[in-house]
């Protein structure tokens, strides 16, 4: 049982992770686009 805990808590922690990158990407992409066309 405690692996399988273990190993929920790891898929939960990537989810995360991967989360966060793809809102930081997308923040970035946006920004970039934003500087691009204000210029």
């Known amino acids: 049982m405690p692996e399988r805990k273990f190993s929920t808590r790891k898929i939960l922690f990537l989810k995360l992770r991967f989360c966060i990158f793809i809102?930081?990407?997308?923040?970035?992409?946006?920004?970039?686009?934003?500087?691009?066309?204000s210029i």
């Open 23 to 37: 809102e930081t990407f997308q923040t970035k992409t946006f920004g970039f686009l934003n500087n691009e066309s």
